[in-house]
């Protein structure tokens, strides 16, 4: 240390040459120290009595530094050597530098288990993430399972619902138009003469065919409805005619369920 070589070289020489070095490095010594805490205070609560065991360590060796200079200029060479040789001056230094080669392996200690202890979050954040992914991934995937299966769904009740308007139209149409067919053969009398009451019984057979091949081609409107391809024509009609319609067309019920 320049304050060490200085004060030795003062002491042993007299000449006041070795002061500018020793003041430089009293100035040194004070700016340093000054870094050293403020770059030590960073750390934990643990390092506070290290850093009062450090300030006591200076504390001492500048006081024996300047006891010794003191007593070279007051009471000479020989009683500034004996003193030099007697205060404890180098045992002093070698405590100091000790002291300062602990805190900085604590601190590279202590650095190195910040940096283990950023590499672990560092993983943790990797994992985090991935586990996002992986989640964000499954999510996808149910919501397209989901999707998918609705999909199935609707293609089934597509299906069902082609099925049964073609049922509809060749099962039941087909045989409708033949039996309809067959009651206006027999209402034009292509069988022979009948009864009043017969003729009446067919024709309201015949009213009632036709009705249910309407309440057919009224299914087949429904697929051309949702299908957009149906157009409406709307008109006003009467009441009155659609009433008659209906007690015509429900007039055999009665006698049958014994209605009155």
Request: aromatic share 4%; with cysteine.
């Amino acid at each position: 240390m320049d304050l060490e070589t200085g004060e030795r070289g003062y002491v042993i020489t007299g000449q006041t040459a070795y002061l500018l070095p020793y003041q430089q490095a009293r100035e040194q010594v004070a700016n340093k120290h000054e870094q050293l805490m403020q770059i030590l205070s960073l750390g934990s609560a643990e390092v506070a009595p290290s850093l009062e065991a450090l300030d006591a360590l200076i504390a001492r060796r500048i006081k024996i530094a300047e006891d010794n200079i003191a007593v070279r200029e007051s009471d000479g060479l020989e009683a500034a050597a004996l003193r030099l040789l007697a205060a404890g001056g180098r045992q002093a230094t070698d405590q100091l530098r000790n002291h300062l080669n602990t805190l900085e392996q604590n601190e590279r200690e202590r650095l190195q288990e910040l940096s283990q202890y950023a590499d672990r979050q560092a993983r943790k954040s990797r994992w985090m993430w991935g586990g996002g992914v992986a989640l964000a991934t499954l999510l996808l995937i149910i919501s397209g399972a989901s999707v998918v299966s609705k999909w199935r769904h609707r293609q089934r009740m597509v299906t069902m619902q082609q099925t049964f308007v073609s049922t509809v139209s060749h099962e039941l149409r087909t045989p409708l138009t033949a039996i309809c067919g067959a009651l206006n053969m027999l209402q034009s009398g292509y069988a022979g003469a009948l009864s009043e009451d017969a003729q009446r019984l067919i024709k309201v057979a015949h009213h009632n065919g036709n009705r249910l091949a309407q309440l057919i081609d009224d299914i087949l409107d429904i697929e051309k409805l949702e299908s957009g391809q149906l157009t409406f024509h709307r008109q006003v009609v009467a009441l009155k005619p659609l009433i008659v319609q209906s007690l015509e067309a429900n007039q055999p019920l009665p006698p049958a369920f014994q209605f009155r």
